[in-house]
């Protein structure tokens, strides 16, 4: 069974343990790390992987535009400040000028601009949107080919460097950033033991390695977000991550609340008439959910 992520810093640890520790991970689950959202969408897409760690926002659109083709398995962490936008310290919102936003190409990316957009009362009609991979935000930045830039960590540090602030993130109350690993419907049968195992066995091993003292592992995600040991501290931060024992409250979380949330925001941006509703996979929660 073959999982994928894209770089966001909530699905490292799960990365860096197949690095570390490899033996945490079940027999016949390889996970790999992709560079953004796109590459993520295509592996999907051609069926060379069985499942993804991404957001809900994304899970939703990639599940309306395969017809109803996924199912959630877990749900992982929530943003509560992971992802955000920037802008120059002297920007001002209140001038009527084009703004020129890099982004990526992801439903997650124009939930977060829509967010702020409707915070702030700014018209669509103002934005000029260029599509960007996380890689290529830091030189858009310093080449002033853009005005504001939507990402997520581990690529805000290096923003921040090069003199950007961040002026809304998904701390905000308006905000509902949870992410969730998707599962092909028609390979669940085959791998739910498989990812039975990661929920109750490695999943724990991770977020124990992440809050222990475990030197290894610590620096392992200091290598793949290339942040030091105090900027992945903060980083961290703001992700709050949801344990094995949490997964049937965070269900109904998701399923009560969240869901409805993302199906209205996803309706609002035009990207479809009628979002296709993403439910849990067979036997993950509670029947009388």
């Not at 977060?112 to 669509?124: A, I, K, R, T």
């Not at 830091?138 to 830039?149: E, P, Q, R, S």
């Not at 592992?217 to 949490?246: H, P, R, W």
């Amino acid at each position: 069974m073959v999982l994928i992520s894209n770089p966001w810093l909530g699905t490292a640890p799960i990365i860096n343990t197949s690095v570390v520790a490899p033996a945490s991970l079940p027999d016949n689950l390889k996970i790999i790390r992709l560079v953004s959202d796109s590459s993520l969408s295509r592996m999907l897409s051609n069926k060379a992987a069985a499942g993804a760690f991404l957001s809900l926002s994304n899970a939703l659109s990639l599940n309306t535009l395969s017809e109803n083709s996924y199912c959630i398995a877990m749900i992982t962490a929530r943003s509560i400040g992971a992802d955000a936008i920037l802008a120059r310290h002297d920007w001002q919102v209140d001038s009527q000028d084009t703004i020129r936003v890099g982004m990526e190409d992801s439903h997650l990316a124009r939930y977060v601009l829509n967010q702020w957009l409707q915070h702030h009362g700014v018209s669509q009609e103002r934005i000029e949107i260029q599509a960007l991979q996380p890689q290529q935000q830091a030189a858009a930045w310093t080449g002033h080919k853009v005005d504001l830039i939507v990402t997520y960590e581990p690529f805000i540090e290096p923003l921040r460097h090069r003199g950007a602030k961040v002026i809304f993130d998904s701390s905000h109350p308006t905000m509902h950033v949870t992410n969730v690993l998707l599962v092909d419907r028609t390979r669940w049968q085959l791998f739910e033991p498989l990812v039975s195992d990661f929920r109750e066995r490695t999943w724990p091993q991770t977020l124990k390695r992440l809050a222990g003292d475990d030197a290894d592992f610590m620096q392992g995600l200091q290598k793949l977000s290339n942040y030091n040991s105090e900027q992945l501290a903060k980083a961290l931060d703001t992700i709050e991550f949801v344990t094995s024992a949490e997964q049937q409250q965070a269900f109904r979380q998701l399923l009560q609340e969240d869901m409805p949330k993302a199906i209205a925001a996803y309706e609002a941006t035009g990207a479809a008439q009628q979002a296709a509703v993403l439910g849990a996979c067979p036997n993950i929660v509670e029947q009388a959910l």
